[in-house]
């Protein structure tokens, strides 16, 4: 089967979006999970379920990858994943799409730029 381009997994669905966001720095799924309601300022829950769906697919299509073990307070050791680099190309490309949206029809929305 032919790998897909960037561009063919734009745009992103809003939980890939923010667990690719997260993503950026390697985490576990719990910190993935609160890390996006933080840096959406808590207007994105993810639950569980959807948290490892999409992560089983970003993994088979090759956007998220392994990246070691942490072992947490508790003894428990926790599976850390990353972007891959082709994870961080289609999330960039996602971003310029987005703000191209913004810059041009931000304003006629009332949002600031």
């Known amino acids: 089967m032919k790998e897909k381009t960037v561009e063919e997994f734009l745009p992103l669905n809003p939980a890939r979006y923010w667990i690719m966001s997260s993503l950026i720095n390697k985490r576990h799924g ?3 999970i609160r890390h996006v309601e933080q840096i959406s300022d808590g207007e994105v829950k993810l639950g569980v379920p ?9 993994k088979a299509d090759g956007l998220v990858e392994p990246a070691g073990e942490t072992t947490l307070d508790t ?3 926790r599976k850390l994943l990353r972007l891959s680099g082709k994870g961080q190309q289609v999330l960039a490309a996602d971003e ?3 703000r191209k949206f913004m810059v041009h029809n931000g304003p006629a929305l009332g949002v600031p730029l």
Do not use: H, S
């Open 75 to 77: 003894g428990e050791v």
């Open 50 to 58: 959807t948290l490892y769906e999409n992560l089983k697919r970003l």
């Open 30 to 32: 719990y910190g993935i």
């Open 96 to 98: 310029r799409q987005r």
